[in-house]
């Protein structure tokens, strides 16, 4: 398979360059989009090899994920890998991905920090486990890990998909309709690497967002 790293980036210039010069040497190509970045994030991707998609102000993860996807439709690849560019995913992990993708490349594989969830802000463990409570419940399958954003995604599921999030909910928005359109979904363990960096997501904001996209999907799944 040929497969495109899609890196969302909003001033992480310490980290993206070592990011997708890792990449690199495990023969896959990187996208990166720079969301507005001040500090030099899209040249030090640049640097290292990745494309970089250029935000002048920042429109969001959901908006730059969503032009990354963009980018690989318009490209040949078989599929994407979605992963931060903040240093807190491995990119030994994408093996786990790959390995799984062989056998049924038409899906979405989540990664899973549930099974070792050390390190995790106990708020966020908690918040997380009743969203993805819910989702699994609008998708009608168990996903340990719903907002994690280190996840593959098949082209197939790519071509099928119509997303309009601009923020983190298009993480579940994925998942949602990927599920509507009959695609399986997976999950793979990967770690998850704390340091001392101040988390982007705005517990209150984010939240509510979440909560907001959550009715319209079971509104619209009643008008069906």
């Not at 992963?83 to 491995?90: E, I, L, P, R, S």
Request: charged share 25%; net charge positive.
């Amino acid at each position: 398979m040929k497969i495109c790293v899609v890196i969302p980036v909003h001033n992480e210039a310490k980290t993206i360059g070592q990011i997708v010069n890792a990449l690199k040497r495990k023969g896959l190509e990187a996208v990166v989009i720079d969301d507005g970045s001040q500090d030099g994030s899209g040249a030090k991707a640049k640097e290292n090899g990745a494309v970089v998609l250029r935000h002048d102000q920042k429109r969001g993860k959901g908006t730059s994920l969503r032009d990354g996807f963009e980018y690989v439709l318009h490209n040949p690849y078989d599929a994407v890998i979605a992963m931060d560019g903040d240093g807190q995913h491995d990119v030994g992990d994408i093996e786990r991905f790959i390995e799984k993708a062989r056998t049924m490349p038409a899906c979405v594989i989540t990664g899973t920090r549930m099974q070792d969830y050390q390190g995790m802000p106990a708020s966020r463990l908690w918040v997380n486990r009743i969203m993805s409570a819910m989702i699994s419940a609008i998708c009608r399958c168990s996903i340990p890990d719903t907002q994690c954003g280190y996840r593959y995604i098949g082209r197939p599921v790519l071509e099928k998909i119509r997303l309009s999030s601009r923020d983190y909910e298009i993480e579940s928005e994925v998942l949602i309709q990927a599920s509507r359109h009959g695609f399986k979904i997976y999950s793979v363990p990967v770690k998850t690497i704390y340091q001392d960096e101040k988390s982007k997501i705005n517990p209150l904001a984010d939240t509510i967002r979440f909560f907001v996209f959550i009715s319209k999907q079971i509104f619209a799944r009643t008008q069906r």
